[in-house]
Nanobody, 124 residues
């Protein structure tokens, strides 16, 4: 069973940047896709970005387009989420999951067990 560990969260000011990492126990290309999700207090978990391990195609939810960028480093077995121009509404716990998205569609209910996630707080 794949193990994914999120890291890189923290406190950022509005307009600032953070880079999140999702490190896998196996090779990234063992999975069709890797998705980033987030859950803010009192809200449902939502898909943020998805990347195909086959061809590198990437997808973003409208609220982060132009600000976030997803990428993979197969040698490091890591998927990154570069977050720029952060806004207070980006504040959430961020999670990654394998084979939980396809194109611009996200399937969080298919994930039986989530990791601990990494907290992102955007505040002045």
């Amino acid at each position: 069973q794949v193990q994914l560990v999120e890291s890189g969260g923290g406190l950022a000011q509005p307009g600032g940047s953070l880079r999140l990492s999702c490190t896998a126990s196996g090779f990234i290309y063992d999975y069709r896709t890797i998705g980033w999700f987030r859950q803010a207090p009192g809200k449902e978990r939502e898909g943020v970005s998805c990347i195909s391990s086959r061809d590198g195609s990437s997808y973003y939810v409208d609220s982060v387009k132009g600000r976030f960028s997803i990428s993979t480093d197969n040698a490091r077995k890591t998927v990154y989420l570069q977050m720029n121009s952060l806004k207070p509404e980006d504040t959430a716990v961020y999670y990654c999951a394998a084979d939980s998205c396809s194109g611009g569609f996200y399937f969080p209910s298919t994930i039986e067990s989530w990791g601990q996630g990494t907290q992102v707080t955007v505040s002045s």
